[in-house]
């Protein structure tokens, strides 16, 4: 992984603007030099301005970038690993193309000019990569299917600007950063902003699995989707059921993904384990296939409601790891806030991406540049209660009757449900589609945190912006529910809301890149992805089982306990960091105060009043689940505005 930054002007440069728009490249790459300080270089000409800060893995330093084809007319910047390159690299080379650096990223050069466009989709790997084609006066740029790096974009005037992280952009003096409404709305309501969409304005993301082109004659931005989820369509076949097939397919994918992975480049991977199946199966598979993974990294919570540690060293002594244990407690939480806002530079409903800056701090000063992680099993294994949640509303969407109802539940559930029990669940599920149309899955995550949006000042947003963002989404994902499987459309629903705009970015490139360190995820490989959903819905989701074909495939291989231990979701305390003995005089008594409330303007001060008194207080779980989100959500969202609009880095030296 590294920093990508860089500009297109429509108007060719002379002399004094040459030395304007160097210099804008040189702070945008100094305000990312933390996602790459091993080296820095540039391309510029009369049009186009490269910058690019390395992280070193492959190829040594004849691989610095920005790189170039033969003849010297496409320029390539690429954060990323591409992970089939040797593969790629043998065709082209058959094919007359000759290398001149040993890095990954320069087979993109060369599909391009074999196959334009169409590149993108014979790519393996995480990558955000933006090529300049000077015969064309044209930008390419992308971001792999799933969204794992990130690429924003801004069109100013006669400036196309773009990078890694917006903070570079907000470099350029013609862009301000503005908090955008319905982006904040978004990010309270459905966990992260619609993609193109940011919670600034008129600053943008290219989606997952999307290309955008930009040209100096049309200098028209066109996005261009070249990969879609393969969900199971209702009128299609059911997904392959074979269960002991599907095992072994399973496997046999797993042990080649994570070998990739773990051999790719020139610098030692360790692995990061939760306690939880998923991380646990990378770490059987990491230990007992050809690597050279022999290390491991947990956290350990003051907080015991919190902690896995105990599940993380007994997986780590069985697999004969070498486990390095970081501890985080409330103060750490309070002391570290503000930094990790800078880095995600978006608001948190939890802060639970708060410990995670200080863990790639530790892996980074264990000597590890590379982590293996478990993320993308949740969303593709259904480790979440939301998709039994979504299978049981939408039984009782689908019947009128009772009668049929009941059936089909015990169906789904594989057993017998008496009347009782059926007319609880009935009371429980059966949901109102007029609160969250369309969504039964994330109805009731949903319809708790729409509470959210009433701390907002009146008139701060616009009328009916939970609305506004659900029918962002549906049209986002494509329109065609009546296609796609409930839990298909739940999946979908979840990986473009709080897997890409949350989990990949906050707890994901963000936080783990502000201390140089890579964060490989071998669930969310094309491979193993689209094998994944094609999988028999019944096997991810075996009634209340979830994630049953990974748990049974790990059978026998890691110890009953860790194999079918209850999911615990990875969470950091909300509440205890922030108790008024621990914040007194401190930055957030001060940023929550009514005075700096009313400056910064989002939200209504009595109501900020009332969650901060309730914070420490005793009171209902349902009611200390909102209270909690709530105050999250309002510190970082002034600690945001006061980074980011009011320009106080002191925040910073908390």
Same mark, same amino acid.
């Given at each position: 992984m590294c920093g990508i930054i860089g500009s297109l002007y429509r108007k060719s440069s002379n002399f004094e603007t040459h030395s304007v728009r160097m210099n804008l490249l040189k702070r945008m790459i100094k305000s990312v030099i933390h996602r790459g300080p091993d080296a820095q270089a540039y391309y510029t000409d009369n049009h186009c301005y490269l910058g690019f800060t390395r992280l070193a893995f492959v190829g040594g330093p004849t691989s610095m970038q920005p790189l170039s084809n033969e003849n010297k007319s496409l320029y390539l910047i690429c954060n990323g690993e591409i992970y089939n390159y040797k593969e790629l690299k043998r065709g082209l080379e058959r094919k007359g193309h000759r290398f001149s650096t040993f890095s990954d990223c320069e087979v993109i050069l060369h599909l391009y000019e074999e196959f334009g466009k169409k590149t993108v989709g014979k790519l393996q790997g995480q990558f955000a990569f933006v090529l300049w084609d000077k015969n064309r006066k044209q930008i390419f740029a992308t971001r792999d299917r799933f969204g794992i790096c990130p690429l924003f974009y801004c069109k100013a005037y006669n400036n196309f600007i773009f990078a890694s992280e917006m903070k570079a952009i907000f470099e350029d003096s013609m862009i301000s950063p503005i908090l955008d409404p319905q982006g904040l709305a978004e990010t309270a309501f459905i966990y992260s902003p619609t993609p193109p969409n940011t919670c600034f304005e008129n600053i943008k993301r290219i989606p997952p699995a999307y290309s955008l082109s930009i040209d100096l004659k049309s200098w028209r931005i066109d996005l261009e989707q070249y990969w879609h989820l393969p969900l199971i369509h209702k009128k299609s076949i059911k997904g392959s059921d074979d269960i002991n097939k599907l095992k072994k397919g399973l496997k046999e994918k797993l042990e080649k993904v994570v070998t990739t992975y773990t051999n790719h480049g020139d610098e030692p991977v360790a692995v990061s384990i939760s306690g939880g199946i998923d991380s646990s199966a990378l770490g059987y598979f990491s230990k007992n296939t050809p690597g050279r993974i022999n290390t491991s990294f947990g956290i350990k919570f003051s907080d015991q409601q919190f902690d896995e540690s105990y599940f993380q060293r007994k997986l780590a002594k069985f697999l004969g790891f070498k486990h390095h244990e970081m501890y985080c407690d409330d103060r750490l939480i309070l002391k570290t806030l503000p930094q990790v806002i800078w880095h995600t530079e978006s608001p948190l409903f939890r802060t639970a991406a708060i410990p995670l800056f200080t863990f790639s701090k530790f892996i980074s000063e264990a000597g590890f540049k590379t982590i293996l992680s478990g993320e993308g099993a949740d969303e593709l294994f259904c480790g979440y209660p939301i998709f039994l949640e979504g299978e049981i509303r939408a039984i009782f969407l689908n019947n009128k009757s009772e009668k049929r109802a009941k059936k089909d539940l015990e169906g789904f559930l594989q057993q017998e449900v008496s009347l009782n029990e059926f007319q609880k669940m009935k009371r429980e599920y059966q949901t109102n589609p007029k609160i969250i149309p369309g969504f039964p899955s994330h109805y009731s995550r949903?319809?708790?945190? $729409? +509470?959210?949006?009433?701390?907002? &000042?009146?008139? %701060? !947003?616009?009328?009916?912006?939970?609305?506004?963002?659900?029918?962002?989404?549906?049209?986002?994902?494509?329109?065609?529910?009546?296609?796609?499987?409930?839990?298909?459309?739940?999946?979908?629903?979840?990986?473009?809301?709080?897997?890409?705009?949350?989990?990949?970015?906050?707890?994901?490139?963000?936080?783990?890149?502000?201390?140089?360190?890579?964060?490989?995820?071998?669930?969310?490989?094309?491979?193993?992805?689209?094998?994944?959903?094609?999988?028999?819905?019944?096997?991810?989701?075996?009634?209340?089982?979830?994630?049953?074909?990974?748990?049974?495939?790990?059978?026998?291989?890691?110890? $009953? +306990?860790?194999?079918?231990?209850? &999911?615990?979701? %990875? !969470?950091?305390?909300?509440?205890?960091?922030?108790?008024?003995?621990?914040?007194?005089?401190?930055?957030?008594?001060?940023?929550?105060?009514?005075?700096?409330?009313k400056k910064s303007g989002y939200f209504k001060p009595e109501m900020v009043r009332d969650i901060s008194s309730r914070l420490n207080t005793l009171c209902k779980e349902k009611d200390r689940k909102f209270i909690e989100s709530a105050f999250v959500f309002i510190l970082t969202t002034q600690v945001l505005h006061h980074l980011f609009i009011e320009k106080n880095k002191g925040l910073l030296s908390n």
């Open positions: 949903w319809k708790a945190t $729409k +509470k959210l949006l009433s701390l907002f &000042k009146k008139n %701060y !947003l616009r009328e009916g912006a939970d609305r506004i963002a659900l029918r962002s989404l549906r049209t986002f994902m494509g329109n065609n529910q009546e296609e796609i499987t409930n839990l298909g459309w739940a999946q979908h629903a979840e990986i473009i809301t709080k897997q890409e705009g949350y989990i990949l970015s906050s707890q994901g490139d963000r936080v783990f890149m502000a201390h140089a360190v890579e964060k490989r995820l071998p669930y969310l490989g094309e491979e193993i992805a689209s094998f994944a959903l094609q999988i028999n819905e019944d096997l991810r989701q075996h009634g209340v089982n979830d994630k049953y074909i990974l748990r049974k495939m790990m059978e026998g291989l890691l110890p $009953k +306990k860790i194999v079918h231990r209850p &999911k615990q979701g %990875y !969470l950091a305390p909300n509440d205890t960091p922030f108790s008024q003995n621990k914040t007194k005089g401190s930055y957030v008594e001060e940023l929550l105060s009514d005075r700096m409330i």
